[in-house]
């Protein structure tokens, strides 16, 4: 089983600074990455695929990159509805999330 | 507008199994795997499995596997989670296009005796 590990597990960002998140595979994953957004008693949202690519009506401050085991979610100027929990979920062989990033407001 | 829409919150006792729905709207159901996901109070996300409603091939996590049962019935657009020794938390049903591109609102299932 593919293991994803993200973080930090809680990073703490000012509204309208910049923020970044990471998440590492215990093997390639290529470039089959996505990022989810969380928030409270709401199903997740799907941010970013294939690394990089933006999902349908995700505004451009997210950002992701990275290929093989190393990949970076970046959102600039936060916004207050930004603040919620994020995973990074590999789809390259099975599927397994990251156990999620928690980002708060400073 | 692609919308994937569970059935309400279900409690269940010990032993007991209980069915949850998923019924997929606003492209071809069968042309899509949909996947199954739990979220237990407080925590993480966790891959159940998925499903092909074309033919019902359903493959399943190895934690998951001979616990939980996935089914499909592609004349009425919906999958369907079974659960047999389950957990009290929410299970949530996604369309697999571009990776697990729309979700179900999630279905809240409480184990209590």
């Known amino acids: 089983e593919i293991v994803m590990t993200q973080s930090p597990a809680t990073l703490s960002v000012s509204p309208g600074e910049g923020a970044t998140l990471s998440c590492r595979a215990s093997e390639t994953v290529h470039n089959k990455l996505a990022w989810y957004q969380q928030k409270p008693g709401q199903a997740p949202r799907l941010l970013i695929y294939g690394s990089s690519t933006r999902a349908t009506g995700i505004p451009a401050r997210f950002s992701g990159s990275g290929s093989g085991t190393e990949f970076t979610l970046t959102i600039s100027s936060l916004q207050s509805e930004d603040f919620a929990v994020y995973y990074c979920q590999q789809y390259e062989n099975w599927y397994t999330f990251g156990q999620g990033s928690r980002l708060e407001i400073k | 507008e692609v919308q994937m829409v569970q059935s309400g919150a279900g409690v269940k006792k010990p032993g007991e199994s209980l069915k949850i729905s998923c019924k997929g709207s606003?492209?071809?159901?069968?042309?899509?795997?949909i996947g199954w996901v739990r979220q237990m109070p407080g925590k993480g996300l966790e891959w159940m499995g998925i499903i092909y409603p074309a033919d019902s091939d359903a493959r399943y996590s190895p934690s998951f596997q001979g616990q939980v049962t996935l089914s499909a019935d592609k004349s009425i657009n919906t999958a369907y989670l079974q659960l047999r020794a389950s957990d009290t938390a929410t299970y949530y049903c996604?369309?697999?296009?571009?990776?697990?591109?729309?979700w179900g609102q999630g279905t809240q299932v409480t184990v209590s005796s």
């Open positions: 606003g492209y071809s159901f069968i042309n899509y795997w």
């Open positions: 996604a369309r697999l296009g571009a990776s697990a591109d729309v």
